[in-house]
Structure formats: C-alpha cells, structure tokens
C-alpha cells in the first residue's frame, strides 16, 4: 500500500502564514511600490493585487501554494483551487484564468496521483467558469500545490479589508476548525464524519458569497485562510482605525473541531496565530483557551468575513441562506477604537 497523501508533507498541512511579526519585519525592510494605476498592493494585507488597466477593468492578481490536507488526490486538487480562487472573491472579482504550480517528490508519487490532484483543481476552475492557462512543476521533498490565479474587477467596485465603519454587523460565511481537524487527520485520529464535512467546506467555493456580497453591498470584506478568524479580523480593525467584537457564541464550527481542540490537535500555524493574537485581542474571561486557540485556527479555503451596514445585514444573511450558503451568520459588531478584536 502506498502512502496517504497527507504524509507527502512536513509541514501542518493548513494554508499558514509565516511567523506575522518576522513577516512584517521584512517586509518593512523593503520598497513599497507606488504607480496610479497600482490600486491595492500590499501595505494593508489584502487579499490580493489589483491593478487597473482602464476605466472599466482592473485585474486582481493572487497566488496560494498548499500541502495536502486531503488523502484523497482529487479533493486535495479541488480544495487548493478553491483556496486560492477565494483570495478573487474577497476582493469582489471574478476569475479568469489560473496557472498551476506543483511540486512533488519525484519517484516517489505515481502519475495517477498527479493526475488526480490536477484533475480536481481542473474541475474547480471550470465549476468557476475561468482556466486553466499552464502552469509550473518543480521537484520537491513534500507536495505543493496551488495556483496563481489572475480576475477581473471594475475598478470602483473593489471590495476591501479596509473600510468597516462603526455601526457595521460582522458576517461569517463558513464555520472554522479546518486547521484542527486536518492536523488530527494527518496522525489518523480524525473522525471520518468530521473529515467530511471539512473536506466539502473547504472545497466549496465563496463565488456565491461573494455575490451575494456584491449585490447587497459591504463596507469591506476579507477571506478567512492562514492568519484564522482573529488574525484576518485584526488585520481589517488595524486597517480601519476601528475595533471588532467578536461573539466566540456565534461563530460556527465545523463537526468535531470543538472535540479535537480540546485533544490540542492544534497545527503550528494556529499556535502561531493565538501567540501573535494572545497580546493583541481582548478574551473575556470566561473563554477557555482551547476556545481562544480554535478562534484563531489556521484555515484553508475559509468563508469571507464581511463588515456590512446594519440596515444590510439581515438581507445579506437571508440572501446567501437562499444561495446555498448554508452557514452564514452574524458574529460580531463594529465599534469606534484603535485597531482591537475584543472577544465576547
């Protein structure tokens, strides 16, 4: 018998970011670019590039890069496409085209697997109604998959982690816990049903989300991935000036990621993420700390979260229930502040 997938990877497996203080760190260090038509760069941690060719059209440029958090070939391919086509999504756009890029132990992964994994992401990309234009294949010691993905967005359309105003209802599009229970999966004490369950969640695009989201229309918005629901929440408060509350009550949960959190089944990338948030978010007391780690879990392909005027919110949450986007919900507020997450 062959390995399983998730074993091709030495790292957590979950879309994590790097160390945020040593990624910010560098990043300071560097040039920022400035150019007219350059409308969204990096300085605020969006989601992704834009840049306008014209009055009418500007393009969104991202690229996301996973290990397997999948045993099955196909819907590892399916969720890194989902992933990384999110990152257009949060910023209002629609994509077009994607280039694929995979790495992989040579010798040691049969073609039928390759063929799965770029089989599913295929699929995803079509179920967007974009292409796939090429790619690149590197040799590897773990598999990476992922895609640099390229969309289209009118210009005065962009939707923002910058721009939640005082007053704004929080709306989460998918439950959390991606993180916990693809670590447990990799060490084989994942439930199957809880494995399930991530596996559609995360391969489950936010084009109608982002739709929805379009039409109602927000005051900003950003997906949830690596940085897990507090980090990208605190970076949207720190765009804006402004503080979050979080209800840690109202946040759905995917099946099982309570029970495992509670086993610590907590990737790197999370941990990570809580000792970053620990200093930077206001807990209530009464929050146990497995419940503060599992509110900053690493996720991949996560719902977008979005700042939206209160007159707005009921319609945005009755709109993307009758689009099929089963779990949206409220979980917090907007208040005037300096850039918190307080959690409730």
Not at 62 to 79: E, K, N, S, W
Not at 228 to 241: S, T, V
Request: proline content about 4%.
């Amino acid at each position: 018998m062959g390995r399983r997938l998730t074993q091709y990877s030495k790292a957590s497996g979950c879309a994590a970011k790097v160390c945020q203080e040593d990624l910010l760190q560098v990043l300071q260090q560097l040039p920022v670019f400035r150019h007219p038509d350059l409308l969204v760069g990096g300085d605020t941690s969006d989601d992704a590039g834009v840049y306008r060719l014209d009055n009418e059209r500007a393009l969104v440029l991202t690229v996301d890069v996973l290990t397997p958090i999948a045993d099955d070939p196909y819907v590892f391919g399916q969720i890194a496409a989902a992933n990384s086509l999110s990152d257009v999504y949060a910023m209002g756009g629609t994509p077009l085209a994607a280039l694929c890029i995979f790495g992989y132990p040579v010798g040691e992964i049969d073609n039928e697997t390759i063929e799965a994994v770029l089989a599913g992401a295929w699929d995803k990309v079509r179920e967007a109604d974009a292409v796939v234009a090429g790619g690149h294949t590197m040799k590897d010691t773990e598999v990476k998959f992922g895609l640099s993905v390229t969309g289209v967005v009118h210009p005065d359309r962009v939707v923002r982690n910058v721009g939640a105003r005082p007053g704004d209802v929080l709306v989460l599009t998918k439950p959390i816990g991606s993180g916990v229970i693809t670590t447990a999966l990799r060490e084989d004490l994942a439930p199957s049903s809880a494995v399930t369950e991530a596996s559609r969640v995360m391969s489950q695009l936010n084009r109608a989300a982002s739709d929805v989201m379009c039409a109602v229309g927000v005051n900003a918005a950003t997906d949830i991935t690596g940085f897990g629901l507090l980090g990208h929440a605190w970076e949207m408060a720190q765009a804006g000036g402004i503080d979050f509350v979080i209800d840690a009550g109202r946040v759905p949960l995917m099946s099982g990621a309570a029970d495992l959190s509670r086993q610590r089944f907590f990737p790197q990338g999370s941990l990570r993420n809580y000792d970053f948030m620990k200093s930077r978010a206001e807990f209530a007391n009464s929050l146990s700390e497995e419940t503060r780690r599992l509110l900053c879990d690493a996720q991949t392909s996560g719902g977008l979260l979005a700042s939206v005027s209160t007159p707005s919110a009921e319609e945005l949450v009755n709109r993307l229930h009758k689009a099929g986007v089963a779990d949206a919900t409220v979980v917090g507020s907007v208040c005037t502040g300096t850039g918190r997450v307080c959690v409730a």
